[in-house]
Nanobody, 126 residues
Framework: QVQLVESGGGSVQAGGSLRLSCARH????????MGWFRQAPGKEREGVAV???????TYATSVKGRFTISQDNAKNTLYLQMNSLKPEDTAMYYC????????????????????WGQGTQVTVSS
């Protein structure tokens, strides 16, 4: 059973930076599509960024140029570097994993992901 554990959330002022981490435990497969999603109160969960086993990435338009997704396969850890944070980035951030390669719709269909972390809160004040 795969377990995902996020860390690194917190409170920052607008313009600040945070780096989220997601450690993957118990994985037995070689190929995962990994993603970061977020959910603000009263809103649906939305895709932020995904990364494939070959390190190809896809970003939501709202974060492109500000956020960077990366992974360290030796450590089974996923990262999200968030720069130039805005109040509208405030949300609970979740990492997620699905077996196999990322499909073209990987950002858009959270239900395709088999495994989820518990979430880490990011709060950006103006």
């Amino acid at each position: 059973q795969v377990q995902l554990v996020e860390s690194g959330g917190g409170s920052v002022q607008a313009g600040g930076s945070l780096r989220l981490s997601c450690a993957r435990h118990g994985s037995t497969h070689s190929y995962y599509c990994m993603g970061w999603f977020r959910q603000a109160p009263g809103k649906e969960r939305e895709g932020v960024a995904v990364i494939d086993s070959d390190d190809s990435t896809t970003y939501a338009t709202s974060v492109k140029g500000r956020f960077t997704i990366s992974q360290d396969n030796a450590k089974n850890t996923l990262y999200l570097q968030m720069n130039s944070l805005k109040p509208e980035d405030t949300a609970m951030y979740y990492c997620a994993a699905q077996l196999g390669l990322c499909e073209s719709w990987a950002l858009d269909v959270p239900s395709d992901y088999n495994y989820w972390g518990q979430g880490t809160q990011v709060t950006v004040s103006s």
